[in-house]
């Protein structure tokens, strides 16, 4: 399953990085990771969504805060709920920052 995301005016972004087309494409690729995630996990972090991303060869994002707009757009389709529970990260260059731990509404779901 691809899901097409929100796109943003490619002028916001320098020249130096990735198109516009290829900032969709990376939102496609993390979104069927996630939702895979979803199917796999009760509960997980965006820690677990990186290790998922890692697996499948899929590059770091242009901004960090790219992470937490994958998961918005996921809550707002009914994938995931949060938990109102927190855990630190298991990524060293996160430095052990705290993390959102999310309950998954798909698990067991076969599709």
Known sequence: MTFQGATHSPRIH??????????K?????VLD???SVCLRNAEFT???????????????PRHCNAWGAI?????RHGWMSK????????????RGRM???????????IR
């Open 46 to 60: 965006v820690d677990t969504l990186r290790e998922e991303c890692d697996t499948e060869r899929v590059n770091a």
């Open 33 to 35: 990771c996630l939702y």
């Open 99 to 109: 993390v959102s731990i999310w309950h998954s509404n798909l698990m067991g779901e």
């Open 71 to 75: 998961f918005t757009t996921a809550a």
């Open 25 to 29: 494409d990376w939102q496609a690729t």
């Open 14 to 23: 320098p020249p130096a990085h990735k198109s516009h087309s290829d900032n």
């Open 83 to 94: 938990t109102g529970r927190y855990t630190d990260s298991i990524i060293p260059r996160s």
